[in-house]
């Protein structure tokens, strides 16, 4: 019964900055990475950053390097990613996921994760 409960979206102007969170619970078995997809209007779903449990390597998809920061927090079992600069291609449903070890995909492949929230929306406006 492992649920992600997404958090923190809305609505910002270009050049702003958002944060936004994921409630994981229910963990029975062993998550080795944990990240973001987004998926915006008539588009498919990407990858936007992942997070490794073993030693907390990061991985950024090329459009957000620099901007956004994916984090944990494992005693209050989140995930966050701070979300700055944005623009308004970062429009889309953002969607928490997390990934059982030894599934050999890449950390930007979504079928490579076990678990997903509801997800939430993020706007930005020019």
């Known amino acids: 019964q492992v649920q992600l409960v997404e958090s923190g979206g809305g609505s910002v102007q270009a050049g702003g900055s958002l944060g936004v969170s994921c409630a994981a619970s229910?963990?029975?078995?062993?998550?080795?990475?944990m990240g973001w997809f987004r998926q915006g209007p008539g588009k498919e779903r990407e990858g936007v950053a992942v997070?490794?449990?073993?030693?907390?390597?990061?991985v950024y998809a090329d459009s957000v390097k620099g901007r956004f920061t994916i984090s944990r927090d494992s005693a209050k079992n989140t995930l966050y990613l701070q979300m700055n600069s944005l623009k308004p291609e970062d429009t889309a449903m953002y969607y928490c996921?997390?990934?059982?070890?030894?599934?050999?995909?890449?950390?930007?492949?979504?079928?490579?994760?076990?678990?997903w929230g509801q997800g939430t929306q993020v706007t930005v406006s020019s």
């Open positions: 229910g963990w029975k078995y062993r998550i080795n990475r």
């Open positions: 996921t997390a990934g059982l070890a030894y599934m050999a995909y890449g950390p930007f492949v979504a079928k490579g994760y076990s678990y």
């Open positions: 997070i490794y449990t073993a030693g907390d390597t990061t």
